[in-house]
């Protein structure tokens, strides 16, 4: 009887603990060194993609912070390609916590996305972050292999978050996102499609300043820098005049002229090194002064419009403590370099950046799953120049109308952007004052832009909220 009663208190322990909902035991994260007590439950740990091959991600899970089991799932990615999901979208945008100027701690994201949905972060693909092969040719790869291992990612995920089976899935990214999730979207289609059993329930894919189509987002960043009184009239007339963007292909382009060329490295001299160009309104941080600051363990944080614009550096210390590795359950190979947001292991194939993803899009919204495709209006890397264009030919080509005339979305009774919605499933929207990270810069439109997204509700175009942040 004893014996009985010693394992009943086990089990319960263990449900208490981490367990619960058939959630796995091992990767339930007790506590983040220096985090701020709260009420949801983060996991954290390592799905093997190929057990041959050794080949294994990294991932991080956060509970909504209120209601977990009836709110849906929304996977994110960063791009890149070779950047950290965990480090980008968990840790610097929208995720629970923020690190401390010190580094040695983390503080609470009042406007986490956490709030309308249950987030699930990977480090993808392997060789990014903590995740890994013991095959060293697993770090060439490029978009048809990294879409491969997501959908046995998820495949295997679901197996450890079995009451996430049937949930709500949303499908969202940035940046060279704009190529891994589409990908993995058709791939979970196509699963569904030859699949007797288990089926995603996707519902939707939103993209933050995604590259979709070359050819139309590099011409987009000159002209962003003519518009934004950075570069001079001669040198933006002549890029736009001699340089030939049509059918664009990197990393070396074929058909752009010795004057474009010229052109180019002008504009980009000019605009220089002390310009963020991921958003150009913020000031930039000086590396050397805020690393010796954190040896120093003095709070390092510089901040430019309320945002702090040594983060990334903050973060990478932290990273690498030992004691958040271990809470984390990260680096279980004990990995021969240190933690970084973007990797110098991988090599990716360079020419897969010249896809394009429209077709792709087309696909998805014809198997009836809404795609939004939203912009920081204050990135010069992906601008919202070139994307409003390819989801207006988007449009044209699924023969959709205009369902919501383009106009001003608003938020605290403010403009928050500008927003048009095309045949129910396809929807432009900007972030004003955003930058690529669209929450980095806007934490609390970013959040009434994702909180609609996953409601299904439209974002409001009068001053009158419609919905909680």
Not at 49 to 77: I, M
Not at 229 to 252: A, H, V
Request: hydrophobic share 40%.
């Amino acid at each position: 009887m004893g014996r009985w009663l010693c394992g009943l208190v086990v089990v319960i322990v263990g449900l208490l603990v981490g367990g619960n909902n058939g959630y796995p035991e091992e990767d339930f994260v007790k506590v983040l060194p220096g985090q701020p007590k709260v009420g949801f439950k983060q996991y954290a740990g390592y799905i093997d993609v190929d057990v041959k091959a050794g080949r294994s991600l990294f991932y991080y899970f956060v509970e909504a912070e209120t209601d977990p089991d009836h709110k849906p799932l929304a996977l994110w990615l960063n791009g890149g390609p070779g950047c950290s999901s965990i480090g980008g979208g968990a840790f610097t945008e929208f995720g629970p916590f923020f690190p401390r100027g010190d580094g040695r701690g983390l503080q609470r994201n009042k406007m986490s996305w956490n709030r309308a949905s249950n987030l699930l972060f990977v480090e993808s693909p392997a060789g990014v972050g903590w995740s890994y092969s013991n095959t060293s040719s697993d770090y060439y790869c490029g978009d048809a292999s990294t879409a491969l291992d997501m959908h046995v990612f998820m495949m295997e995920w679901f197996k450890k978050f079995p009451s996430f089976r049937s949930r709500d899935l949303f499908l969202t990214g940035e940046s060279y996102a704009g190529h891994y999730i589409p990908q993995l979207a058709v791939a979970l289609l196509d699963h569904n499609a030859h699949s007797k059993d288990f089926k995603f329930n996707i519902k939707g894919v939103a993209i933050g300043n995604p590259l979709l189509k070359l050819d139309r987002d590099v011409p987009a960043t000159y002209e962003f820098f003519w518009s934004h009184g950075m570069i001079s009239d001669e040198i933006g007339l002549t890029i736009m005049n001699n340089c030939e963007f049509e059918d664009y292909t990197f990393p070396s382009p074929h058909n752009v002229s010795q004057a474009c060329n010229s052109a180019i490295s002008k504009a980009n001299q000019i605009v220089g090194d002390y310009i963020n160009n991921y958003d150009v309104i913020l000031d930039v941080c000086y590396p050397s002064i805020v690393e010796q600051e954190l040896r120093l363990k003095k709070m390092a944080t510089k901040i430019s419009l309320g945002v702090d614009v040594c983060m990334t550096y903050e973060r990478r210390f932290y990273f690498n403590l030992p004691e958040v590795q271990k809470a984390l359950h990260a680096n279980r190979t004990n990995l021969p370099y240190s933690w970084s947001m973007c990797s110098g292991k991988l090599n990716y194939t360079e020419v897969d950046g010249s896809l394009d993803m429209l077709p792709l899009l087309k696909q998805i919204i014809r198997s009836g799953i809404p795609v939004w495709v939203f912009s920081g209006d204050q990135d010069s890397v992906v601008p919202l120049l070139g994307s409003r264009t390819l989801v207006r030919e988007l449009a044209h080509d699924l023969h959709f109308q205009t369902t919501v005339p383009y106009g001003s979305w608003f938020h605290r009774g403010q403009v928050a952007g500008w927003v048009i919605e095309y045949g129910n499933l396809l929807t432009f929207a900007t972030v004003r004052g955003a930058a690529h990270m669209v929450p980095f810069a806007q934490p609390s439109r970013a959040l009434h832009l994702f909180s609609s997204f996953v409601r299904g509700r439209r974002l409001p175009n009068t001053t009158h909220p419609m919905i909680d942040d």
